[in-house]
């Protein structure tokens, strides 16, 4: 079975400082994980993928994450956070075995930047 | 690339009546996936399909929920007699049958109201 767990249900920065959101997954292959956004009365948007290589992993809008197989996590970073990063951020993963199987998304975390 | 459509996106019905969503998936997408999303429960998979024919619906809540997809470019959810507890967001997201490594693209959402 899969799972993707996202242990913060909101995390809050300043603006100008970095930001990690936090997600762990459980899959019993390999995993393709990403990572979505959601603004407000929007739908979900891709932000970046892992699949295989380098466990950095740069994406959209200056947000990179870090593929760790040992602690099976995936955490969401950007170096320095801007109010109009504030959204909904989702994790997702899949396991590289399970073919075209639907993605299995995290609860979410909502991130909040303060000017 | 229009991206996923979706109509309409805002609902309001009273409780009993019959609601229909609709979607237009991205051309050459051949997977497409009901998703709905609410505070309490957050993204839940409803039903999605590959190649126009359902693989999984065990998402559906109740027999009130039906999917169809007649042709590659359109899927309806209907709900009848719809509920209160029905309301939420609906969305729909499509991607590549063949990319594993592919991610999804959603629609803006339906957000339906039963009142």
């Known amino acids: 079975a899969q799972s993707v767990a996202q242990p913060e249900d909101q995390v809050n920065v300043a603006e100008g400082n970095p930001l990690t959101v936090k997600c762990t997954y459980s899959?019993?292959?390999?995993?393709?994980l990403f990572w979505y956004v959601q603004y407000p009365n929007r739908g979900l948007q891709f932000l970046l993928k892992?699949?295989?290589?380098?466990?950095l992993v740069k994406g959209s809008y200056g947000f990179e994450a870090e593929f760790n197989k040992s602690q099976t996590s995936f955490h969401l970073k950007k170096p320095s956070a801007l109010v109009s990063d504030s959204a909904l951020y989702f994790c997702a993963v899949r396991d590289m075995n399970s073919g075209n199987t639907p993605l299995v998304f995290g609860k979410g975390t909502r991130l909040s930047v303060i000017a | 690339d229009a991206g996923v459509i979706q109509s309409p996106r805002h609902e309001v019905t009273e409780m009993g009546q019959e609601v229909t969503l609709r979607c237009k998936p991205i051309s050459g997408h051949n997977s497409l996936f009901w998703y709905r999303q609410t505070m309490m429960r957050g993204l839940e998979l409803l039903i999605y399909f590959n190649n126009n024919v359902p693989i999984d619906d065990s998402g559906m809540p109740e027999d009130r929920f039906s999917a169809k997809m007649p042709n590659a470019s359109f899927s309806t959810l209907k709900i009848q007699p719809s509920e209160p507890r029905d309301s939420a967001v609906y969305f729909c997201?499509?991607?590549?049958?063949?990319?594993?490594?592919?991610?999804?693209?959603f629609g803006n959402g339906t957000r339906l109201t039963v009142t």
């Open positions: 892992y699949i295989t290589g380098d466990n």
């Open positions: 997201a499509s991607s590549p049958a063949s990319g594993v490594e592919s991610p999804l693209h």
């Open positions: 899959v019993s292959g390999n995993p393709y």
